[in-house]
């Protein structure tokens, strides 16, 4: 039978039509309920009382929701067995128990299947369909198996963030209780983006406590803001907090532990396939901890699905935020700060104008216009897909390089340059309509990630968006410096043999190493400018032995038939301590 959405089985239909038949007060069939499945209050007023009755007599109600607005990603019950199952394992058996956005209720069905101890369960759950549905389900269960130890279950039809768990942490006696669930998988930038109110008070929470916002914008995933805050609540309370999480969501509470110095401890995840268990990309997992503990401030990764040893620990090591701690303290010496500034690659938010195929000798862009424009000012352009080889020397994509450094203006165009100018002026409404407010007073076809770098002939890159760590070498095309776009970062050299030796540093294995030991792959960009920069090239260049060095080049040189000696190693060393930064470091 469908009712609110949801259905409900044959079993707990009869039930609650026996149980709210005419005559019935609201108080005796809610005494009914709780003595068959331990839910307190299954109807919390008349109205509701009245509404079940005239749903189960066929007039079952719906209701629109955007899912995405309320992050809304039911876990399996498959899943939520397992994880019940391993927590079982590993000696949890909470006597209470707090699932904070149950919705379906998969995870408070799984525990009292599980935990032969539960003495009450709260939840709360904004979407009324979903605490029916809930409410139904644990009826059903206990209809079947009436022998299950029986909780009071507390289920409450409230927004998380107005709910007072404070009550409930006041409330608890037991020193075995367990937070478990997942909450929302929604940031509050998509939520801007909906204009939605699911949102807590203190939107801008990271800025107010003065902490490092991650990322950069004020954007914090909710489950977030929901986890810190059972810590916050609960943090007094003995017990366990165990939630499925997006990884991104662990890497920031164990980043934010320094400063916040939550009292948990025994911080692990176990990876699950959130392909598999949720249809959705992205990474996510078990994240357990253990509550009222000093403080840790690491956490140790295994895999849900096998029972092997942890396949890495990463958090705080010696004041220094990595991602592989073991790795790390293999290779810290090469942690400190690079004498040449890694730069971003050139942006324009302008493809269709901007990036340029060509196809037969012909330029032709993404209008699918034929260009007839000089030479000077068009450059052969790589992408984070080109720096798949190790030495790039010719491109797919061409731009045209309006300006030599950002916000230089762009008048000179119109008298050295007038077919470029009348390209540009013809598409000058693409330009007009970027909606980064970077552009706004900027010249017209101004770019930005522009200046003397960008017109280096060699450059050492990479890809910020790709998880491969290792560096391309860029040499000039046709005697003309290649750019690179904003998805690549990027040192650059006058001379030829400084950028082999830095692509031979920075590709070594005790680099590659130590890059990989401060990388966290499952964000968005792996590689960042921050971490890049950690990379100090001094201390490498002092640490990878010469006959390595002597090695490359000439296997470089001959595969590559590049005129690379050894014989300016030590003036390249010099010059990275000469370098402007080498006095910062
Ligand atoms: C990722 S789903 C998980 C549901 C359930 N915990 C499970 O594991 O199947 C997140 C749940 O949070 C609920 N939710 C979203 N925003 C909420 C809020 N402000 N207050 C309470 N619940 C909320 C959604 O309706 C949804 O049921």
């Known amino acids: 039978m469908k009712l609110y959405e949801i259905i409900i089985d044959a079993k707990a239909s009869d039930f609650l039509n026996q149980t709210v038949k005419e005559g019935v007060l ?23 009382f009245i509404e079940l009755k005239d749903s189960l007599n066929g007039h079952g109600l719906a209701s629109n929701r955007n899912h995405t607005e309320y992050g809304d990603y039911q876990t399996n019950r498959l899943l939520t067995d397992k994880i019940v199952e391993k927590l079982v394992k590993e000696g949890i058996n909470p006597e209470v128990m707090l699932e904070p956005t149950f919705g379906e209720g998969n995870f408070i069905i799984a525990a009292i299947k599980a935990f032969t101890n539960l003495d009450v369960i709260y939840g709360v759950e904004i979407y009324k369909s979903y605490v029916w549905q809930a409410k139904f389900s644990i009826l059903s269960l206990f209809i079947e198996e009436p022998e299950l ?138 994240f357990f901890c253990e509550l009222n503990r000093p403080a840790d401030f690491t956490c140790s990764e295994y895999n849900f699905y096998t029972d092997e040893s942890p396949k890495n620990e990463f958090g705080w090591y010696k004041n220094k935020f990595v991602a592989n701690i073991s790795k790390y303290a ?44 000089e030479n000077d000012l068009v450059f052969g352009l790589l992408k984070s897909s080109d720096l798949k080889n190790n030495i790039v020397s010719k491109s797919r994509k061409f731009t045209i390089v309006t300006q ?13 340059y007038p077919k470029t100018f009348a390209y540009l002026s013809k598409n000058k409404s693409f330009f007009d309509k970027r909606k980064s407010s970077i552009y706004i007073g900027k010249p017209d076809y101004s770019i930005f ?12 890159a990479i890809s910020g968006l790709y998880k491969k760590s290792d560096f391309t070498l860029v040499l000039p095309q046709n005697e003309k410096p290649l750019m690179l ?22 590709n070594h294995r005790k680099t590659q190493a130590f890059l990989n030991s401060i990388t966290f792959l499952d964000a968005k ?16 260049a002092k640490n990878i032995p010469f006959q390595d060095i002597e090695k490359e080049v000439e296997s470089i040189s001959k595969k590559h038939s590049i005129q690379a000696t050894t014989d300016t190693w030590y003036d390249f060393q010099y010059s990275l301590q000469e370098s402007p930064l080498f006095a910062f470091v």
């Not at 009071?152 to 709910?163: A, C, P, Q, R």
């Not at 776009?485 to 920075?506: N, P, Q, R, S």
Request: glycine share 6%; hydrophobic share 35%; with cysteine.
């Open 330 to 373: 293999e290779t810290e010496d090469f942690d400190g700060n690079s004498s040449i500034v890694w730069r971003q690659g050139l942006k324009h938010d302008c493809s269709s104008v901007m990036e340029i195929n060509c196809l037969e000798g012909s330029l032709i862009n993404g209008n699918s216009d034929i260009l007839d424009v």
């Open 485 to 506: 776009d904003d998805t690549c970062y990027f040192l650059g050299f006058d001379k030829l043999e400084h950028a082999v030796y830095t692509y031979i540093l920075l």
């Open 525 to 540: 960009r792996a590689f960042t400018k921050n971490n890049l920069m950690r990379l100090d090239l001094c201390k490498i």
């Open 404 to 416: 030599t450094k950002v916000g230089e203006k762009t008048s000179y165009i119109e008298e050295k």
């Open 26 to 48: 609201i108080d005796d069939a809610n005494k009914v309920i709780a003595n068959k499945c331990g839910i307190q209050n299954f109807f919390t007023s008349d109205a509701e």
């Open 149 to 286: 130890n029986k909780p009071k279950i507390y289920l409450h039809h409230e927004n998380v963030f107005d709910f007072n768990f404070r009550l409930i942490a006041e409330g608890i006696k037991s020193d075995k209780f367990l937070i478990l669930g997942n909450p929302p998988w929604v940031t509050s930038s998509q939520l801007g983006a909906l204009d939605s109110v699911n949102l807590p008070a203190k939107s801008n929470f990271k800025n107010h406590k003065g902490l490092d916002a991650i990322t950069g914008k004020g954007n914090f995933d909710i489950a977030e803001y929901i986890t810190l805050m059972m810590m916050d609540n609960f943090k007094s309370q003995n017990g366990n907090l165990v939630f499925l999480i997006k990884n991104s969501v662990v890497k920031n509470i164990i980043q934010d532990q320094k400063d916040r110095v939550y009292p948990i401890s025994s911080i692990r995840t176990y990876s699950i396939d959130t392909k598999k268990e949720f249809n959705a990309s992205v990474e996510s997992c078990v």
């Open 449 to 460: 990630g522009i200046g003397d770098y960008s017109f280096k002939p060699y450059k050492v």
